[in-house]
């Protein structure tokens, strides 16, 4: 018996639809997503492809050309709407700006897609780097029609997710069919015309997560050529441990490409010294050139001349030999130098194996960047919202905001000051990362762009 709070079905088990289901536990692969008459995209069995899994093999390529690259259904109609040329024109708000008509930075409310269009005159070949945090298509995000003809109103409208009759826009659900192809649909016009404002030394960075991360590899190994993939950035975007019940995920992806590598042999920069890195440079002897840090005096032997194997005498008269497959870095003439002018550190009892001193302040030290950027070092979703909280009265008025310390090192790697623009901007965090590298002597402007969104308010009744 059931209680008599539960509400049972007016209806049977769906049994074709059930037996769908347990065929795609079965077969997966065997299921695709395929346009109706109508051109709506649908899930739909391949029937080939299951034949071919259960062992019936057949040509099922007879009629198609084989080749090497990424297709879904509705990306005919990604290249047309490229195509469309836009014929919105950008309104000033005066009233609403700061030093309107002297700063070079704006602040523009509308579909990306649209202003994206509109910016491809005046930006085009032009803009320096590009950061995005797009949707991460994990089923709650809402993915809005590329419309122009929808109105300021509407769109503000899809942006709280509900119609002026107060009912729901429905989400990319991970249970419809074609979850991955309306994602695709929507970033991939985008990032299109955005390969477009690019300088021929511009990078681009993508915030994203496992669930798209592989199919946005693939389209922008397609935009941009996968020979211009510099790095897939991994960031550590909390320390705490996140209650899931299978694995707790404690990093999302950045993904970065260049607009042109082959013009560059560094595509993005290097980055200052940190705190952890000069710590590492010390003067325990007290030598006149300054702050030094030891490294090997050896090399692989396969690298290494004659004149680059010997055995080396020490100050103190103890002999160091060399170990099987490595050479001295110098010869035995330039070490015997070296040692005279105190560049080479035996430790402190000179008895240590030789080491090689090299010094703060003989060059610039950059660091090469690594593919980690540690919550210590560029802190974390929750060190964002905190931030958020403070300028809302203690309102999370934005769930996943990026650190502005993750932008600003992204803006570091990028290198030379310039245009930057992010169409996805939302609570303008990269905004205030060229403010604050501004303050340090960079020229840097900003372009952002975000669909207007109505920002949540808690209203306090007066007692």
Excluded at 89 to 112: A, H, M, Q, Y
Excluded at 117 to 127: A, F, N, P
Excluded at 426 to 444: D, F, I
Aim: charged share 30%; with cysteine.
């Amino acid at each position: 018996m059931s209680d008599q709070n539960t509400r049972l079905a007016g209806e049977s088990l769906d049994i074709t639809q059930q037996r769908r289901v347990e065929l795609k536990q079965l077969f997966p692969s065997a299921f695709t997503e395929t346009c109706n008459d109508k051109g709506e995209v649908v899930e739909s069995l391949d029937f080939e492809r299951l034949k071919a899994e259960l062992g019936e093999l057949t040509d099922i390529y007879d009629n198609r050309r084989e080749r090497y690259g990424m297709d879904w259904p509705g990306k005919r109609n990604c290249l047309r709407l490229i195509q469309q040329p836009s014929t919105a024109t950008l309104k000033p708000c005066r009233e609403e700006s700061v030093d309107f008509d002297t700063t070079e930075n704006l602040f523009i409310e509308g579909d990306n897609l649209e202003v994206l269009k509109l910016l491809q005159k005046g930006y085009y070949g032009s803009v320096k780097m590009i950061y995005i945090d797009p949707p991460y298509n994990t089923g709650k995000e809402f993915i809005y029609p590329d419309n122009f003809s929808e109105s300021l109103d509407t769109y503000l409208q899809y942006a709280g997710l509900k119609d002026s009759e107060g009912r729901n826009f429905s989400t990319n659900s991970a249970n419809e069919g074609r979850f991955h192809t309306k994602w695709l649909n929507m970033m991939y016009p985008r990032l299109y015309l955005a390969r477009n404002l690019l300088r021929e030394d511009g990078v681009i960075f993508i915030s994203i997560d496992d669930n798209e991360v592989e199919n946005l590899r693939r389209i922008c190994d397609e935009i941009f050529g996968e020979e211009n993939f510099v790095a897939q950035f991994i960031w550590e975007k909390r320390t705490n441990r996140e209650n899931r019940k299978i694995v707790s995920t404690r990093h999302d992806y950045i993904l970065c490409y260049s607009r042109n590598a082959w013009e560059s042999d560094r595509p993005i920069s290097q980055l200052p010294m940190n705190e952890k890195a000069l710590a590492s440079y010390k003067n325990p002897d007290n030598d006149f050139r300054g702050l030094w840090k030891s490294d090997p005096a050896t090399a692989q032997a396969g690298h290494g001349t004659k004149s680059q194997f010997y055995d080396l005498v020490a100050p103190n008269g103890k002999i160091h030999q060399l170990e099987s497959g490595r050479c001295w870095l110098y010869t035995e003439k330039s070490m015997n130098q070296a040692i005279e002018e105190n560049r080479i550190w035996f430790g402190k009892d000179g008895n240590g194996v030789p080491r090689i001193k090299t010094y703060l302040k003989a060059k610039d030290r950059r660091l090469t960047p690594e593919t980690i950027f540690f919550a210590e070092e560029v802190g974390t979703t929750e060190v964002a919202k905190n931030k958020i909280k403070e300028l809302f009265d203690g309102i999370a008025a934005f769930e996943t905001p990026k650190p502005v310390q993750l932008l600003q090192t992204l803006l570091k790697l990028s290198a030379n000051p310039g245009v930057v623009v992010d169409f996805f901007s939302g609570s303008g965090s990269l905004g205030e990362a060229v403010y604050r590298e501004n303050l340090t002597g960079s020229s840097t402007r900003f372009v952002l762009i975000q669909l207007p969104s109505l920002v949540k308010r808690e209203v306090k009744r007066k007692k």
